[in-house]
Every structure is written in structure tokens, then in C-alpha cells.
């Protein structure tokens, strides 16, 4: 069964570093995600990303944050300077259309950002 | 702003007993989904909701979504500990196509 893969699995940065998170979403999906869940907390939204371009974004994905689509597959969330509340399970998500029964996301195993 | 409410925070409940988390919206949502996470795992889709008073079962779970498509329930017959995990339900934001806004989820415990 296709699958959305991540990496790396952890990522440990000092503060003010930049990180680049990597996912390979579905192949034939349509629309990516980014969202960010703090332990034990809610899943948070940050960007969603159609046709090559940013289609809405969060309060939280302010100018640190970019993401980029630079192959066919693989699509990336950039933290330019990182922060110590920047630290998060970060998750990728895919979905493959705007119809009705095509809304389910599929998540990636999540990316754990540490900012020491 | 928009908001979905969700409660309990927690159940802990005995092998065997049922569950039940409900999900209240501050607005009319077009559809309502629902994603289980494992503890230290990734939300997994279970099922989406679309029209007004639609109940869906999979197995031992039932969704429920009410009938001004403002509040949402899913509840678990007879746990077992499989079911122990973090039940999230999310709907689409107002005037989005893309955006997701997520309960804070439910917890299922199970007592040992």
C-alpha cells in the first residue's frame, strides 16, 4: 500500500540553525501538508501546498517557515532559524483530490524536532 | 474564531467496556473526519462524514454526525486494547478548501 515516508525520523539542531524537513508524499495525490503537533497536544495545521504554490497557510508558518516542491516527489519544510518553542513533531501529509471522498489525508510517520 | 471543541480530554475504561468521544463545532461544517493515533504514531484516517444525521459503522465503531452538522461522536463497543490510542476529529475551516481545524482529541485509556 502506497505510504507518505519521512526523514529523518529525529532531527536534533541548536537554536538559530536551519533545518529541512523532507517528505515524499503519495505519488499520485494532489494536495501536501504540513502540520505540527506538540507532545501530547493538538495537531496544528501550518501549510497546505497545490499546483506548486503555497494554497494556505497558518498564523504559526510566519517567515522562518518555506516549503518547497523541487522534484516530482519529494517536498520540503524549511526552518531558517530555529527556536526552542520550534520543537514538535512535525508530520506530512498528502491527499489526492478536492472531491468529496477524496478529502482523507494520509500522514507520514512525523518528523521529531528537538531545539536545544 | 472557528473552533471544534472536543471531549473527554481522557476516558480510562476497562477491556471491555465501551467509549465515546463527542466533537462540537463553533460553525456548520460541510464534512467531519476522524483519525486515530497510536501512541508515538501518525494520525490514521478512520472516516468521513458528509451529510446531515449520517451514522456510519466499522465494526465495533460508530460515527455519528448530527443533524446541523455542527457536533460529530464516535464510540467504541466493547474496547479492546487495539483502541488504546488518541481519537482526533477535524473539519474543514470556513471559506477553505484546504485547511483542517482538529479537536483537541480524546484519549482512551486502558485501565490494567
Known amino acids: 500500500e502506497p505510504e507518505v515516508t519521512q526523514t529523518p525520523s529525529h532531527q536534533v539542531t541548536q537554536m538559530g540553525q536551519e533545518v529541512i524537513l523532507r517528505c515524499v508524499p503519495i505519488?499520485?495525490?494532489?494536495?501536501f501538508y504540513w502540520y505540527r503537533q506538540i507532545l501530547g497536544q493538538k495537531v496544528e495545521f501550518l501549510v497546505s501546498?497545490?499546483?506548486?504554490?503555497?494554497?494556505?497557510k497558518s498564523e504559526i508558518f510566519d517567515d522562518q517557515f518555506s516549503v518547497e516542491r523541487p522534484d516530482g516527489s519529494n517536498f520540503t519544510l524549511k526552518i531558517r532559524s530555529t527556536k526552542l518553542e520550534d520543537s514538535a513533531m512535525y508530520f506530512c501529509a498528502s491527499r489526492l483530490g478536492r472531491r468529496t471522498e477524496a478529502y482523507e489525508q494520509y500522514f507520514g510517520p512525523g518528523t521529531r524536532l528537538t531545539v536545544t | 474564531g472557528q473552533q471544534v471543541m472536543q471531549i473527554p480530554q481522557y476516558q480510562h475504561v476497562q477491556e471491555g467496556e465501551d467509549f465515546t468521544t463527542y466533537c462540537n463545532s463553533s460553525?456548520?461544517?460541510?464534512?467531519i473526519q476522524w483519525y486515530k493515533q497510536r501512541p508515538g504514531g501518525h494520525p490514521v484516517f478512520l472516516i468521513q462524514?458528509?451529510?446531515s444525521g449520517e451514522v456510519k459503522k466499522q465494526k465495533r465503531l460508530t460515527f455519528q454526525f448530527g443533524e446541523a452538522k455542527k457536533n460529530s461522536s464516535l464510540h467504541i463497543t466493547a474496547t479492546q486494547t487495539t483502541d488504546v490510542g488518541t481519537y482526533f476529529c477535524?473539519?474543514?475551516?470556513?471559506?477553505?478548501?484546504?485547511?483542517?481545524?482538529w479537536g483537541a482529541g480524546t484519549k482512551l485509556i486502558i485501565k490494567p
Open positions: 505519488s499520485n495525490h494532489l494536495y
Open positions: 462524514l458528509v451529510k
Open positions: 501546498f497545490y499546483n506548486n504554490e503555497i494554497s494556505e
Open positions: 477535524a473539519g474543514p475551516m470556513q471559506n477553505s478548501n484546504y485547511q483542517l481545524i
Open positions: 460553525t456548520t461544517l460541510s464534512n
